[in-house]
């Protein structure tokens, strides 16, 4: 990041409130952090609360726009970039069969002839399913894991359904493809050419990074409870950065012995779906880069796909697909936003409207989201890291009424970057 970028930022950043935690949508909430920025270089942050609590309550460490969290499934939208970039160096095809990439036959056993593409891993159209799992340890082989709870009663191609367990294959498959471990060649693809000091689970991410990572937190042991607004905050992930010294999952008693992976075998291992650890203001520069690209990352015709939506096919059941919150992908693998300000669906600002691709995220208690508008020249990146109760559902839409909040303090901003945009566009 440009040195001034980052000097600005820092400058406009609202401090933490020393000792006490803040509240957003009806919810006190560990600590939270969000940046607004235009791709002419405004900007508008802020946050608060804690990176890290004390065994009393009181912040240990302030969070800041800076701080490095676990941003969840806005972790997909990087192993997307990834894999554009290996389809613009010629190594493959978003329309491929998937198969061809992976080494080993990927198909729903209830269509053993229909190709599942990459594309479609992308889009949740691939009739994958969570239910088998996503995530498995070191030593297993993650083709050996795919059951009959792997795959949805839909043929490929034919319905939206949400599940993370593509992009723990596309994983494996980036690492068939360019023979490295998944954490490696997600830093040669994307995170070394942005300039960005962010990893998955922690691996490659330099000392201090690590030592300043946000833990995440729920007033419950778990999401299953029992909650308790008045009681201690129980630590859900990164207390220990990486768990255990080790930056995969472990069969009970296994050594976390990594020079004996093959890649191409366990593309979960490195949590694909949500592993990303990276700081808000840094989610946001990545974003902007989006906007500002000259071509040497990505082409302009590749970024023109990733902000292209298309409607998403018939809702299948998944547990994690909500038609309402999910309307339009693009056509690149991003989660879009309609635009149009109704209530009920993807508008959190509702009625003011809200443009734009990007992800959304949410596990063990945190919520984030990466939202870029080509149209307007606008980013916005966020994340709050726990809740003291369950989240309430939104006012004004699928969202969290948390993040609806947390929005509404740069919704202002926005409006003022859209209208700045809209007055310069030239007359039709």
Same mark, same amino acid.
């Given at each position: ?6 000097? $600005? ?18 919810? !006190? ?96 159209? %691939? ?47 980036? !690492? ?43 007033? +419950? ?18 207390? !220990? ?16 012995? $990594? ?19 990276? %700081? ?5 520069? $990545? ?47 991003l989660h879009c936003f309609s635009g149009g300000g109704k209530a ?17 995220? !949410? ?37 969290? +009424?948390?993040?609806? +909040? ?16 809209? +007055? ?5």
């Amino acid at each position: 990041m440009h040195p001034l970028i980052a000097a $600005l930022l820092m400058a406009m950043a609202t401090p933490a409130g020393a000792g006490v935690l803040p509240a957003l949508g009806g919810v !006190e909430v560990p600590g939270y952090a969000v940046v607004a920025a235009s791709r002419s270089g405004k900007m508008r942050t802020e946050a608060a609360g804690a990176a890290e609590l004390g065994p009393d309550g009181s912040i240990k460490r302030p969070m800041s726009i800076e701080t490095p969290v676990r941003i969840a499934s806005v972790s997909k939208l990087v192993v997307a970039l990834a894999l554009h970039r290996l389809a613009e160096s010629g190594r493959l095809s978003l329309d491929d069969d998937a198969s061809r990439h992976l080494g080993w036959r990927l198909r729903n056993p209830a269509f053993p002839d229909t190709p599942v593409t990459i594309r479609q891993m992308l889009r949740h159209e %691939s009739s994958l399913s969570d239910g088998g799992g996503y995530g498995f340890p070191l030593g297993a082989r993650l083709r050996d894991r795919l059951t009959a709870e792997s795959w949805s009663a839909a043929a490929p191609g034919t319905r939206f359904d949400y599940a993370n367990l593509n992009h723990a294959i596309l994983g494996e498959l980036i !690492e068939h493809v360019t023979g490295q471990r998944f954490d490696r060649a997600i830093r040669e693809l994307v995170l070394a050419p942005l300039q960005l000091d962010a990893c998955f689970n922690w691996s490659g991410c330099s000392p201090a990074r690590i030592g300043s990572g946000a833990v995440i937190y729920r007033k +419950a042991p778990s999401s299953d409870g029992p909650w308790n607004a008045a009681g201690p905050w129980f630590a859900q992930v990164d207390a !220990e950065r990486p768990r255990a010294g080790c930056p995969v999952n472990l069969v009970d008693g296994g050594a976390c012995n $990594l020079e004996t992976y093959v890649p191409g075998t366990n593309g979960s291992l490195f949590s694909p779906p949500g592993g990303l650890r990276i %700081s808000v203001l840094d989610l946001a520069e $990545l974003g902007r880069r989006l906007l500002l690209d000259d071509g040497s990352f990505l082409a302009r015709q590749t970024i023109a796909s990733l902000f292209r939506p298309m409607a998403v096919k018939a809702a299948g059941g998944g547990e994690e697909t909500d038609a309402g919150l999910m309307q339009f992908w693009s056509e690149g693998g991003l989660h879009c936003f309609s635009g149009g300000g109704k209530a009920g669906g993807d508008q959190p600002l509702s009625p003011a409207p809200m443009y734009g691709c990007g992800h959304l995220g !949410e596990a063990y208690g945190l919520q984030s989201g990466l939202i870029v508008d080509p149209q307007h020249g606008t980013v916005v990146a966020y994340a709050f890291t726990g809740s003291s109760a369950p989240p309430p559902p939104g006012l004004r839409s699928r969202f969290s +009424a948390p993040e609806e +909040a947390l929005l509404a303090q740069v919704g202002d901003w926005l409006r003022a970057r859209q209208t700045e945009a809209n +007055a310069a566009a030239p007359a039709s």
